[in-house]
């Protein structure tokens, strides 16, 4: 396998695996601090369907779906740039190096998230969840990033 399709593989497994993370942690969040899983991921779904997205408890395809998608997304995004900058590393690296990149990229992300694109474009995460909670939740992206490189480590010459 070339080297490119190997990275785009390691791309849609880091984002996959940093997807179902933060998405677990934002539905377990929303239980607690809003009686619904599917509360922040119904928000995220406001890119499409606008604010009233924002404010529907109940799982549905329409927001709860449109949600996780767009969620994954962005996750798949942000392991694109951990993998372009990082991922060698990660394959071959220390755990601690790996987990400072990836806690790099998850700050990346929340700056571009909070305070770079356009308020139409956030996680909406903002809008069901506490600061605690989002702080949470780039703690796991960060973490999640460089699990797969770090479960790879050695694997690859």
Do not use: C
Request: hydrophobic share 45%; charged share 20%; no cysteine.
């Amino acid at each position: 396998m070339s080297k490119q399709r190997n990275r785009a593989v390691d791309v849609l497994i880091s984002g996959t695996l940093a997807g179902i993370a933060t998405a677990l942690v934002a539905s377990a969040r929303g239980k607690v601090e809003n009686r619904s899983v599917a509360a922040p991921l119904n928000a995220t779904s406001h890119m499409i369907w606008g604010k009233r997205a924002t404010w529907q408890k109940a799982p549905t395809l329409k927001y709860t779906g449109t949600g996780f998608l767009l969620h994954h997304a962005a996750a798949v995004l942000w392991a694109t740039v951990y993998e372009r900058l990082f991922g060698d590393k990660a394959d071959t690296g220390t755990i601690t190096k790996s987990l400072t990149h990836g806690a790099l990229v998850s700050a990346l992300a929340y700056l571009v998230d909070y305070h770079v694109v356009p308020k139409r474009f956030t996680p909406g995460f903002e809008e069901r969840l506490s600061d605690r909670s989002l702080a949470l939740i780039y703690a796991v992206l960060a973490l999640s990033l460089p699990f797969r490189g770090l479960l790879q480590k050695g694997k690859r010459k």
